[in-house]
């Protein structure tokens, strides 16, 4: 199975700041079957984007995915106050679907 | 707008089964492209594809090799609804449950989740 791995585990930033999280996969996720979601506590994770780049529906434009391959990235412009979370990466063109272990974006 | 409404009980003993059931409004278990999953969330696993099960001119099921052995995922067309059973449990399947729909090759809706405990 494909093994995501996420970094950073915690990254400490202040609201307006920007946010770089990144996954990489230990083999090729074929057809950049890559999924991001946002998870609160107490809330089960929220789908952000996926097929790598493609936002979902009601998510705002600060967050965008890229990446092919083995390496992908997610990245929030300027952080809202409602963006401190943990984010999940998950992949789903190799079965099983597998998931990262999570970045914590927490509040500096 | 689809939702996912998950029951059953939040405490089972250890060697019994696990038992959940996810009724679906706003989409049909039968539609095609989609399926329907289990998927649980423990300190220790994290996320963990358990199984699932869908459509396409017959039904399908998938499951994880982890716990392929014990694990069965139903459908009921009938109350289009679907249903986790996981038996011989012990303390390691301890953690939140979450039934989830698969579409697009993501999961893009997911149910309130349900904190099982294993525990005599």
């Known amino acids: 199975e494909i093994v995501l791995t996420q970094s950073p585990g915690t990254l400490s930033l202040s609201p307006g700041g920007r946010a770089t999280l990144s996954c990489r996969a230990s083999?090729?996720?074929?057809?950049?079957?890559l999924s991001w979601y946002q998870q609160k506590p107490g809330q089960a994770p929220r789908l952000l984007i996926y097929g790598a780049s493609n936002r979902e529906n009601g998510i705002p434009d600060r967050f965008s995915g890229s990446g092919s391959g083995t390496d992908f990235t997610l990245t929030i412009s300027r952080l809202e106050p409602e963006d401190f979370a943990v984010y999940y990466c998950q992949q789903y063109g190799s079965s099983p679907p597998t998931f990262g272990g999570g970045t914590k974006v927490e509040i500096k | 707008q689809v939702q996912l409404q998950q029951s059953g009980p939040g405490l089972v003993k250890p060697s019994q089964t696990l038992s959940l059931t996810c009724a679906i409004s706003g989409d049909s278990l039968s539609s095609n492209g989609v399926a329907w999953n289990w998927i649980r969330q423990s300190p220790s696993r994290g996320l963990e594809w358990l199984g699932r099960?869908?459509?396409?001119?017959?039904?399908?099921?998938d499951y994880a090799v982890s716990v392929k052995s014990r694990i069965t995922v139903n459908a009921d067309t009938s109350k289009n609804q679907f249903s986790l059973q996981l038996n011989s449990v012990t303390p390691e399947d301890t953690a939140v449950y979450y039934c989830v729909r698969g579409n697009r090759n993501t999961f893009d809706y997911w149910g309130q989740g349900t904190l099982v405990t294993v525990s005599s």
């Open positions: 099960t869908y459509y396409r001119s017959k039904w399908y099921n």
């Open positions: 083999q090729t996720v074929t057809n950049r079957y």
